[in-house]
């Protein structure tokens, strides 16, 4: 008589490997399947930084002018008159007193042509920045000079001559002379100014900003308070 079969044992069936799985432990273990090699990126960033700032270096423009203020005289005006003030007129009345207040600033500009070829000087204009407003002018035209200093000779700046619109700066040569503007502002306002500038426009040119803000606050670049009545 035969003896009874074994029945067949079933194995387990094994687990497909997942392709898109990696174990954490070889993750973890294998920081190079993560991160790129740090000294090629290293070399790469520091290679572009060079080339940009070659790049910005080389595409600069140099200036086609300097220049700076040699000296600043500021006159604060305060006149009082009888009768109304005319319509978009500044000042205040006061028992039909009309009271006005303004500052006048003469300065001496030192502007410098930094090119072989001639500068065709526009204008010139005056900026005043106050902790309210903002203040701009236009530079008294030269002809206007000697009446100027005429009605205010503290406004004077002896062995100068006014720098003139439409006028021509030579080649890699300096031009000297005096503007004069008018802000109407008190004097109260004027010594909380923050900031004083000119500005010469050229034709074709870039405008020159010189910063009158620290010349300015000398001790002696404000005189006395003109009062007229």
Do not use: C
């Amino acid at each position: 008589m035969s003896s009874p079969s074994t029945p067949p044992i079933n194995k387990p069936a094994e687990p497909r490997p997942d392709a898109g799985h990696k174990p954490m432990s070889e993750e973890l273990d294998s920081a190079r399947w993560s991160l790129p090699p740090l000294v090629p990126v290293v070399m790469a960033a520091v290679v572009l930084g060079l080339i940009v700032g070659v790049y910005l270096v080389s595409s600069r423009k140099p200036a086609t002018s300097t220049g700076s203020a040699l000296r600043v005289v500021a006159l604060p005006v305060h006149t009082e008159s009888k009768g109304s003030i005319a319509p978009g007129g500044m000042g205040t009345t006061d028992q039909d007193i009309e009271k006005t207040d303004a500052v006048m600033v003469n300065m001496v500009l030192d502007v410098k042509n930094a090119i072989e070829k001639p500068m065709y000087l526009k204008n010139i204009e005056g900026k005043l920045v106050t902790d309210k407003n903002e203040y701009t002018d236009d530079a008294a035209p030269s002809s206007d000079y000697e009446r100027i200093i005429q009605a205010y000779p503290q406004l004077q700046i002896p062995g100068s001559q006014p720098l003139k619109s439409e006028s021509t700066i030579p080649p890699n040569a300096d031009q000297q002379g005096l503007v004069i503007f008018s802000f109407p502002i008190s004097r109260e306002v004027w010594d909380k100014r923050k900031s004083l500038q000119a500005q010469v426009n050229f034709y074709d040119h870039a405008p020159l900003v010189i910063d009158v803000t620290q010349l300015a606050s000398a001790q002696d670049a404000t005189l006395p308070t003109k009062v007229t009545k």
